[in-house]
């Protein structure tokens, strides 16, 4: 018997010194890739400031050409003033500034597409960073618990692993949905702020020059651009937190989202209430209103769809959710995890699970399909 305590015991010293070795390998990966994704910032950076005076000199050479043309035109219809060496003038500076437009033009469109692909590289880079990190946390919990009391290390490892896990999952939906906002204003507001800047610094330099209708044309763009990079803001923070959410509770905000739903994409909706309207607890509203928004979003992207049916049930002690379209279905049977990870819905269920609820998926080929969730309401929690 000590015999085999002792055997264990080297496989365990042995597994944590090769998982230990192994940890430290990962962390040099790891530090490798984030230092080649400053180096790719860096380099992110100096294409982009490049990319701004590209930018700047098209724009120049636009007005400058602009103005070249009006010259052209002036030389070319007036033959008592200007000679035909000047109309040959006139005409090899239009086209020589035509000719740099190109230039310049195909230079942008380089460095932008050079500072796309440095952006892919970085979240990949990324991807490996957080992919890295995931694994030296899970072997720095294995090794905490191999280095413990061997008799109680199977029975420790099983609780760990199921608070690491909901702990887990619960960081991964904080960093989607960090990623989520960050592309968001990358990818929009950001962009849009950039071009803010340009067009005022190309308003500012016309100001005070004759070509005060530019200036308007100028100033009018901007506006719009602003209004817009607004309406941008406003529907980040709608997404975020719902107002109405908040001030009305959850049955207001899923009437109005599926009106906006309806208005936005063209696809009939029909809300249904059975029960008495009521609030519920803050915590719940928030997950029934995360888990339609994902619902309907699948409707939107994958259903093909024209129609989609929001039925909510409260009871007592119990809170129905049915959203049902007429779109092109599937066969739940076929789906692997990878295939319904892309769909949502494992991470839908995971939710309704947290809530101590049922989540349950009808669907068929051309049949479209009916999603149910079953969430138990805590009265004693319940908002007043």
């Known amino acids: 018997m000590k015999f085999q305590a002792d055997s264990i015991d080297q496989i365990i010293k042995n597994a944590i010194e090769v998982m230990d070795s192994s940890k430290y390998q990962i962390f040099e990966i790891s530090e490798s890739a984030r230092q080649e994704v400053n180096a790719l910032h860096a380099e992110i950076d100096k294409v982009t400031a490049e990319l701004h005076q590209t930018i700047d000199k098209v724009d120049k050479l636009e007005l400058d050409f602009r103005k070249a043309r009006v010259r052209l035109s002036e030389v070319s219809k007036d033959f008592a003033r200007f000679s035909e060496r000047d109309i040959r003038a006139a005409y090899e500076a239009a086209t020589g500034l035509q000719a740099d437009i190109m230039v310049f033009k195909e230079k942008e469109a380089n460095l932008k597409e050079r500072r796309h692909e440095l952006q892919k590289r970085i979240r990949n880079l990324d991807r490996t960073v957080e992919r890295a990190e995931t694994v030296v946390s899970q072997m720095n919990v294995v090794l905490e618990y191999l280095s413990g009391d061997l008799n109680q290390v199977t029975r420790i490892l099983e609780s760990a692993r199921n608070r690491q896990l909901l702990g887990l999952k619960i960081i991964l939906a904080q960093e989607e949905e960090r990623k989520r906002i960050a592309r968001e204003i990358h990818d929009g507001l950001a962009q849009s702020l950039a071009n803010v800047i340009l067009r005022t610094e190309i308003a500012e330099r016309l100001v005070g020059t004759e070509q005060d209708d530019l200036v308007k044309m100028e100033i009018v763009d901007l506006k719009g651009q602003v209004r817009s990079s607004l309406e941008e803001v406003r529907k980040m923070i709608f997404n975020l937190r719902p107002m109405a959410l908040d001030d009305l509770g959850l049955i207001p905000a899923l009437r109005k989202f599926s009106q906006d739903f309806e208005e936005k994409y063209r696809i009939r909706t029909k809300f249904v209430l059975h029960g008495k309207e009521t609030r519920l607890p803050s915590a719940l509203e928030v997950a029934v209103y995360r888990f339609v928004q994902e619902a309907f979003t699948n409707v939107q992207k994958h259903a093909q769809a024209s129609f989609v049916l929001l ?54 080929e051309a049949s479209g399909t009916t999603i149910t969730m079953n969430v138990p309401i805590k009265v004693d929690n319940r908002t007043e």
């Open 311 to 364: 039925e909510v049930t409260i009871q007592t002690d119990n809170l129905k959710i049915i959203v049902q379209d007429n779109g092109d279905g599937f066969n739940p049977q076929k789906l692997d995890a990878r295939t319904t990870d892309r769909f949502g819905l494992i991470g839908m269920r995971e939710r309704v699970e947290l809530l101590e609820g049922t989540f349950d998926i009808e669907s068929g």
